[in-house]
């Protein structure tokens, strides 16, 4: 054995070591866990064990000891999965979220619960709310905004009348892949996907595919789905879609902005503690007068609390009648905070928090 292969052997026996002692490690952590989950159930606390605060200080705490060389978001990854497992331990958490399986919102539901998550795909967005409210899942996943196509406004309006609280929010980079059975992209005539990231590609399509039909369907699952059944189809999809409907992918991020990404919300029964870095989202309704909105907005200015976002939607009660969704850097216990939602209410006509939570992660 030369001395190449000598030092080769050394560190693989450093790394066995390394697997031992990993091993070690995590089966004392989850022990650990599972005994926080007796204390608990023996104070007759609540059956929630998932605290996103906790989760959040938590991957902030190991994201700023990374000392290399693994990057931030694959060490965050590891991490979401341990504490994933280790959530399995103290209970079945159940989450719905937009289906059907390989969808964006199915990589977002993953993305923040961790593989260990029971999840369950829903038609609907309106159904996830149903199954949360009812107490059948414990939380849902549903996208809100997307950075190129706006706010999601269907589920604006289902939060004017929903008892749910914002929990969470996951940002997930939309990356879109062609995937096919075909050889090449000389033998694709038709490109399946939704409606959003056929406009999405629509620059690569133009000078790699000019002449193939482009069909919107309801999802980019489904447009997976039918192109795996089909010859001379493909389909816009994510990696998810391309796995789960073993697919070949025959040219990866295809989008024409490459910044493209979305915001999805983590909806549940309660809000979250504070955990240093949060954001609140409110919607409130102004008087019928002059200078309503900027009466509202001095609120939040004379605190000198950041919005980050605000939207407008119908009420549905009147003509010309708007509510007003604003995301703001904070949580509702945090001292400038509560202090512009307390000058809020006497101004608005309406105010409610939908929630305070923290800021996404990863």
Not at 164 to 173: S, Y
Request: hydrophobic share 40%; aromatic share 6%; glycine share 6%.
């Amino acid at each position: 054995m030369n001395k190449n292969q000598n030092g080769l052997e050394a560190i693989r026996a450093r790394i066995d070591q390394l697997d031992s002692q990993l091993v070690e490690l995590l089966s004392s952590r989850a022990a650990t866990v599972a005994e926080v989950a007796r204390i608990k159930r023996a104070e007759g606390g609540s059956d929630n064990f998932y605290r996103p605060e906790r989760e959040a200080r938590i991957l902030r705490r190991v994201i700023e000891m990374n000392p290399g060389p693994l990057s931030d978001e694959e060490l965050g990854r590891l991490f979401r999965e341990i504490i994933s497992a280790c959530l399995a331990l103290e209970q079945d958490v159940n989450i719905a979220y937009l289906g059907p399986e390989g969808t964006f919102t199915h990589d977002a539901a993953l993305k923040h619960f961790g593989h260990s998550a029971r999840i369950t795909a829903l038609a609907g967005i309106d159904q996830v709310f149903r199954e949360v409210e009812a107490g059948h899942c414990q939380f849902g996943v549903v996208p809100v905004e997307n950075s190129i196509e706006g706010v999601v406004n269907h589920t604006l309006d289902l939060l004017m009348n929903s008892t749910l609280q914002i929990c969470g929010e996951v940002e997930l980079r939309i990356h879109q892949h062609l995937m096919s059975r075909a050889a090449d992209l000389s033998g694709i005539r038709r490109v399946y996907s939704h409606q959003q990231s056929l406009a999405q590609c629509r620059a690569w399509l133009n000078g790699k595919l000019p002449a193939a039909e482009r069909i919107p369907v309801s999802s980019n699952s489904e447009a997976a789905r039918m192109a795996a059944q089909e010859d001379g189809a493909a389909a816009l999809a994510g990696t998810a879609a391309a796995e789960f409907h073993d697919l070949p992918i025959l040219a990866r991020n295809i989008e024409d902005a490459p910044d493209n990404t979305t915001r999805f919300l983590v909806l549940g029964r309660e809000s979250a503690a504070p955990s240093g870095r949060d954001k609140t989202s409110l919607l409130f309704t102004t008087p019928n007068r002059p200078g309503a909105l900027f009466t509202m907005l001095k609120c939040f200015v004379e605190q000198g609390v950041s919005l980050s976002r605000i939207e407008s939607r119908p009420s549905r009660r009147g003509m010309w009648d708007y509510v007003f969704f604003v995301d703001l850097e904070g949580h509702a216990e945090d001292a400038p905070v509560a202090a512009a939602l307390a000058a809020l209410q006497r101004e608005a006509a309406m105010v409610r928090v939908l929630g305070s939570y923290p800021s996404g992660v990863l």
